[in-house]
């Protein structure tokens, strides 16, 4: 009987064993799936140059049918796309957001080359972000390069060797063993797949349209239903209900659906009562009140930014109007402190190598010229009692010497050196 037992025993604990290793199998399998399909989704975005880069218009579509994209903000699609629970962010949110989702931060990889990386994996550095697709490449999106919705360029959002960014971490998925991802190509992937699994890019409403081209009407809100007919490129219908990106119309007695990224919206539905009723107040008064009433909706609007010194959390293109149908002057990399003259609405107006223009707010932190760390003098300075010029000279702090400054207060830093404690005049030095 104790023979029969221990034999139990054992093969108890060999099947529970077996149980463990299938389990983690199957738990591995089903990450690399969904790491896979991160990639292919990417991919796929990044050989439809339909697609383009942009940070004022981030997850919407263009006219031409494709979705405008920033590096974080692919990043955040692909993955949840893959079904990956992460909110849409940043590059100053990735570390909180996809640590919820099950990633794992790693900043102790040697980065001048891929040979640490696994495909999937997340290159992270303040202000960029890129997705590593195996095979020494990284897909991500970069600068609008044109001005222009779409990828023009073929550089916008593209496939490229593995370079060094100064990355300073990785986002990796799971275990840190290598996952048996398959291998991602360059092939071109149906754009319907691409897109169909982006919905939340999407933001119609009911209204009259007009089509930018031959658009094909169909018997159901995608594109795998049957074509009911070809409604012509300047034709004018009205939605009556939205779908994702298809709009629910009746043209020549015919009932279907219409993708609304081939249409322009002429004038939208009134929805309630109490808008109409606004309306009517709103003609009632006068001119001048009209007027004054726009005057302040522009303040408001306005009053979110303000003029001084702005940090740039990502990539920013100097425009030279404040908006994006303005021409590209030169792109601006993360980090680069700017001094705001003009605000108007989202956008700020800087000078910038000696070009003068328009930056999109919107991924800047507000900061002072000024900021605490390690500063070299750049010429001979005086360590002074307190934060003025007239303030009495504790010590002479020669050419070339290196500071901590542990707090700002307009031009000045708060010091020590050789044992004293006071402040510098930060125009006569250096940062780290």
Same mark, same amino acid.
């Given at each position: 009987m104790k023979a029969i037992r221990s034999l139990f025993i054992k093969m108890f604990v060999c099947l529970f064993a077996i149980s463990l290793v299938n389990?983690?199998?199957?738990?591995?399998?089903?990450?690399?799936?969904?790491?896979?399909?991160?990639?292919n989704w990417a991919v796929a975005v990044a050989n439809d140059d339909r697609n383009g880069y942009s940070q004022s218009k981030r997850n919407k579509s263009n006219k031409l049918g494709g979705v405008e994209y920033d590096c974080s903000a692919l990043v955040y699609a692909a993955y949840r796309a893959a079904g990956f629970s992460v909110s849409m962010g940043c590059t100053a949110t990735m570390k909180s957001d996809f640590k919820k989702a099950g990633f794992t931060y790693i900043s102790n990889?040697?980065?001048?080359?891929?040979?640490?990386?696994?495909?999937?994996?997340?290159?992270?550095?303040?202000?960029?972000?890129?997705?590593?697709?195996?095979?020494?490449?990284?897909?991500?999106?970069?600068?609008?390069?044109?001005?222009?919705?779409?990828?023009?360029?073929?550089?916008?959002?593209?496939?490229?060797?593995?370079?060094?960014n100064k990355w300073s971490g990785i986002f990796r998925y799971g275990s840190t063993s290598t996952p048996t991802?398959?291998?991602?190509?360059?092939?071109?992937?149906?754009?319907?797949?691409?897109?169909?699994?982006?919905?939340?890019?999407?933001?119609?409403?009911?209204g009259t349209y007009k089509t930018t081209g031959d658009v094909n009407m169909r018997s159901a809100a995608n594109t795998t239903s049957s074509?009911?007919?070809?409604?012509?490129?300047?034709? *004018?219908? $009205?939605?009556? !209900?939205?779908? #994702?990106?298809?709009?629910? %119309?009746?043209? =020549?007695?015919? +009932?279907? @659906?219409?993708?609304?990224?081939?249409?322009?919206l002429v004038s939208a539905t009134k929805t309630t009562a109490t808008a109409t009723a606004t309306k009517a107040t709103t003609s009632n008064s006068t001119t001048s009140s009209s007027t004054s009433s726009s005057s302040s909706s522009t303040k408001a609007k306005a009053s979110k930014y303000s003029t001084g010194y702005y940090k740039l959390n990502d990539e920013m293109?100097?425009?030279?109007?404040?908006?994006?149908?303005?021409?590209?002057?030169?792109?601006?990399?993360?980090?680069?402190?700017?001094?705001?003259?003009?605000?108007?609405?989202?956008?700020? *107006?800087? $000078?910038?190598? !000696?070009?003068? #223009?328009?930056?999109?707010? %919107?991924?800047? =932190?507000?900061? +002072?010229? @000024?900021?605490?760390?390690?500063?070299k003098t750049s010429k001979k300075t005086y360590l002074r009692k307190s934060n003025s010029s007239s303030s009495k000279s504790l010590k002479t702090i020669k050419k070339g010497v290196k500071v901590k400054v542990t707090k700002v207060s307009g031009n000045w830093g708060k010091a020590s050196y050789s044992g004293k404690t006071g402040w510098i005049y930060l125009p006569s030095t250096n940062a780290k």
């Open positions: 389990g983690a199998m199957m738990t591995k399998a089903l990450a690399a799936a969904k790491v896979s399909t991160a990639i990889l040697n980065l001048s080359s891929s040979s640490q990386l696994q495909k999937g994996d997340i290159l992270w550095r303040s202000g960029h972000t890129e997705i590593y697709i195996g095979s020494n490449q990284l897909c991500g999106a970069h600068l609008d390069y044109d001005g222009k919705v779409g990828d023009g360029s073929g550089k916008e959002i593209n496939i490229k060797t593995y370079y060094d991802t398959t291998e991602a190509t360059n092939t071109k992937t149906t754009t319907t797949t691409a897109k169909s699994t982006n919905s939340e890019s999407y933001n119609f409403s009911t074509v009911l007919k070809v409604v012509s490129k300047g034709t *004018k219908f $009205t939605v009556t !209900s939205v779908s #994702g990106r298809f709009g629910k %119309t009746t043209i =020549s007695g015919k +009932t279907g @659906y219409v993708s609304l990224l081939y249409a322009d293109n100097l425009r030279t109007g404040p908006s994006t149908k303005y021409k590209l002057l030169v792109a601006i990399n993360p980090g680069t402190k700017v001094y705001v003259t003009e605000v108007s609405g989202n956008w700020g *107006k800087i $000078t910038y190598k !000696s070009k003068t #223009g328009w930056i999109a707010l %919107t991924y800047s =932190s507000k900061t +002072t010229k @000024y900021s605490t760390g390690t500063w």
